[in-house]
């Protein structure tokens, strides 16, 4: 299973994830679905899909902490027979980030994945630049962007 | 020590009562989630619950494979203490961080007693 990252500061942080927590599949984008790395996907239609789901599972449940009147919530952990898929935000130089990771529940588990989440957490921070926030992406240069980050990703 | 959700808690009290035991959880060997704890300052407990659920999903694996059936009880060395560890029928593991010199023949039994009560 490949991890490619198209900023490249995720890259070492997230290969020492995987490892540790024995994770399945790994994204790693920007609150608006904007994918930064990602590890063992096959399909670039896959990694738009999950990016732009996972982007907007975390706008929905920011926006239930809202109505709540809570600050937004730290993590969901969504467990299946087989699979569970665990998704939380990770505050960086480079603004808050998303991350969606599935695991097998043969292989890993949720106290895993939460173990480790947070050291993958603490080293994206410290890995991050520092006097850089999000980058904007024009609606003119949208699919460019897209193309790119893509092609970046699956090592075209 | 922490305090734990009441039922649980006097499964706890068998272990911790031991002399040399450091601290006792009962974690979710499925998910390597604490249901449980009593341990002293400075363990990390969330840690040790997911390592050491997903070290016995592998040992289970492995005893499976080796064909001497499930793992009744584990017990691992190290220099500056030892982890014991014992399955209930339900899932639940139950776990004790200890001293290097402690009774592990007491421990043992204590976690037994205890899987029993957690069910």
Same mark, same amino acid.
């Given at each position: $299973? ?21 994770? =399945?599949?790994?994204?790693? $984008?920007? #609150?608006?679905? &904007? ?7 096959? =399909?670039?239609?896959?990694? $738009? ?8 599972? $975390? ?36 603004? =808050? ?6 695991? @097998?529940?043969?292989? #890993? ?21 520092? @006097?850089?926030?999000?980058? &904007? ?10 193309? @790119? ?8 | ?10 499964? +706890? ?69 030892? +982890? ?36």
């Amino acid at each position: $299973m490949s991890t490619r990252a198209v900023e490249a500061w995720t890259l070492e942080p997230l290969v020492k994830f995987v490892k540790e927590a024995g994770a =399945r599949l790994v994204l790693l $984008m920007t #609150s608006a679905g &904007q994918v930064l790395a990602q590890h063992g996907f096959s =399909r670039a239609v896959d990694v $738009m899909a999950a990016s732009a789901l996972g982007a907007a599972i $975390m706008a929905s449940t920011e926006q239930i902490a809202r109505e709540l009147a809570q600050p937004p919530f730290a993590a969901l952990n969504h467990q299946g027979q087989r699979q569970g898929i665990f998704l939380a935000a990770v505050p960086t130089g480079r603004g =808050r980030l998303v991350a969606l990771v599935v695991y @097998d529940l043969d292989a #890993s588990s949720v106290g895993l994945v939460q173990l480790f989440f947070e050291q993958l957490a603490a080293d994206l921070q410290a890995a991050s630049p520092k @006097d850089s926030g999000p980058k &904007q992406v024009l609606a003119a240069d949208f699919e460019r962007e897209l193309g @790119d980050s893509l092609n970046t990703l699956f090592g075209r | 020590m922490t305090t734990a959700p009441a039922g649980y808690g006097r499964a +706890l009290d068998l272990v911790t009562r031991v002399r040399g035991v450091r601290g006792a959880m009962l974690v979710s060997g499925e998910d390597g989630l604490i249901v449980a704890e009593q341990l002293m300052e400075g363990i990390k407990g969330a840690a040790v619950a997911a390592l050491a659920a997903s070290l016995a999903n592998r040992l289970g694996r492995a005893m499976e494979a080796a064909g001497v059936g499930a793992s009744l009880f584990w017990h691992l060395q190290a220099q500056a203490g030892a +982890l014991l560890v014992v399955g209930a029928p339900s899932g639940i593991l139950v776990v004790a961080i200890t001293e290097p010199d402690v009774n592990v023949g007491l421990v043992r039994l204590e976690l037994l007693r205890a899987a029993a009560v957690a069910g």
